[in-house]
């Protein structure tokens, strides 16, 4: 027989390791004439088709790879140029706000020299909301949520801040009035009034605040911004706790009347007076009391309302939650 030899022949895994089986030292069967053509051309076939899912598989993960790249770059190159935006409306509305300030500032110090004071505007010209206005859902101030900014329907109350306004005396916001109220971080709420027409010999101040808990002594030193002035000073003091307040004011601050107003703890709040030589007389009077914000607990547009029906027009107020010294140059 043309192929009866004495040798062996393994077919193996495709890993090497284990023999699939062994022909050894006998002649091959008749119907495996050919095993050592066959064979290889079938080990090619799979190695192929092994390679071919590989290749697939590698193929596949690449895409998804730069697909997810592109995907991240988008999202990224949108997130900056939103961002970019942002802080050029930022930019843009920082250096407006600078400059408006600066103006009224500068407008304000001109007006002071000449003996009265201007209003400061506020530094928030609108509430946002989504809804409703939840800071702002107390009935007084009539509130409602249109295209997301909360408008104040309330005639005492400013359509956009929602602060009050009474008489003329329109109630700003400020973090911090240097000049006026130093070394505190809370906000303070003013108004100044540009010309005191219906007293003409005399300016009413207004300084108020709702007060704290164990802390019942408040300092207020009074100077005079502008000694020429002639007019004699009305000070208002408001508090909604039990208050002693110090005065102290210099010798060119020309005052015989002070009023002090609460409701609850009229009777228990007092005034200590020092430096002030005429003779003073001092009232007081029963309302609820504001320090200018009347979300919490708080009745401004009430205080305002009293001071103008029972002294007079106001010339300048000033309030706050809680300050232990307060600065006031009139």
């Given at each position: 027989m043309k192929y009866k030899k004495n040798l062996s022949f393994n077919i193996q895994t495709r890993?090497?390791?284990?023999?699939?089986?062994?022909?050894?030292?006998?002649?091959?069967?008749?119907?495996?004439?050919?095993?050592?053509?066959?064979?290889?051309?079938?080990?090619?076939?799979?190695?192929?088709?092994?390679?071919?899912?590989?290749?697939?598989?590698?193929?596949?993960?690449?895409?998804?790879?730069?697909?997810?790249?592109?995907?991240?770059?988008?999202?990224?190159?949108?997130?900056?140029n939103h961002h970019s935006?942002?802080?050029?409306?930022?930019?843009?509305?920082?250096?407006?706000?600078?400059?408006?300030?600066?103006?009224?500032?500068?407008?304000?110090?001109?007006?002071?020299?000449?003996?009265?004071?201007?209003?400061?505007?506020?530094?928030?010209?609108?509430?946002?909301?989504?809804?409703?206005?939840?800071?702002?859902?107390?009935?007084?101030?009539?509130s409602t949520c249109e295209k997301g900014r909360c408008k104040c329907k309330n005639q005492f109350y400013d359509t956009n801040t929602c602060l009050p306004v009474v008489n003329g005396c329109a109630i700003r916001r400020t973090k911090r009035l240097t000049k006026h109220?130093?070394?505190?971080?809370?906000?303070?709420f003013s108004c100044y009034k540009e010309r005191?027409?219906?007293?003409?010999?005399?300016?009413?101040?207004?300084?108020?605040?709702?007060?704290q808990t164990g802390q019942e002594k408040s300092f207020l030193q009074l100077n005079l911004a502008n000694k020429s002035r002639r007019k004699d000073v009305i000070l208002v003091l408001a508090n909604f706790l039990k208050t002693e307040w110090i005065l102290h004011a210099s010798d060119f601050v020309k005052t015989n009347k002070i009023y002090i107003i609460s409701?609850?703890?009229?009777?228990?709040?007092?005034?200590n007076m020092k430096q002030l030589t005429s003779s003073?007389?001092?009232?007081?009077?029963?309302?609820?009391?504001?320090?200018?914000?009347?979300?919490?607990?708080s009745y401004t547009v009430d205080l305002l309302q009293t001071i103008n029906?029972?002294?007079?027009?106001?010339?300048?107020?000033?309030?706050?939650?809680?300050l232990p010294k307060w600065k006031i140059n009139l």
């Open positions: 890993d090497d390791l284990e023999p699939l089986f062994t022909l050894d030292k006998e002649s091959f069967p008749m119907h495996i004439k050919y095993i050592s053509i066959h064979v290889p051309h079938h080990i090619v076939i799979e190695r192929n088709k092994q390679r071919r899912n590989v290749l697939c598989v590698c193929g596949f993960i690449m895409t998804m790879i730069i697909a997810i790249s592109i995907t991240v770059s988008v999202v990224i190159q949108k997130t900056n935006q942002l802080v050029t409306d930022i930019s843009s509305e920082r250096n407006n706000n600078t400059g408006q300030i600066s103006n009224i500032t500068s407008y304000r110090r001109r007006y002071i020299s000449k003996g009265a004071v201007n209003s400061f505007q506020s530094l928030n010209d609108f509430i946002p909301c989504q809804t409703s206005c939840r800071r702002y859902s107390a009935f007084r101030f009539e109220i130093p070394n505190e971080k809370q906000s303070t005191d027409i219906d007293n003409k010999d005399s300016e009413i101040h207004v300084v108020s605040m709702y007060g409701n609850k703890y009229l009777e228990e709040s007092n005034i003073i007389t001092v009232t007081k009077l029963y309302s609820r009391v504001g320090y200018g914000d009347d979300r919490y607990n029906s029972n002294i007079g027009q106001i010339t300048s107020f000033q309030g706050a939650k809680y």
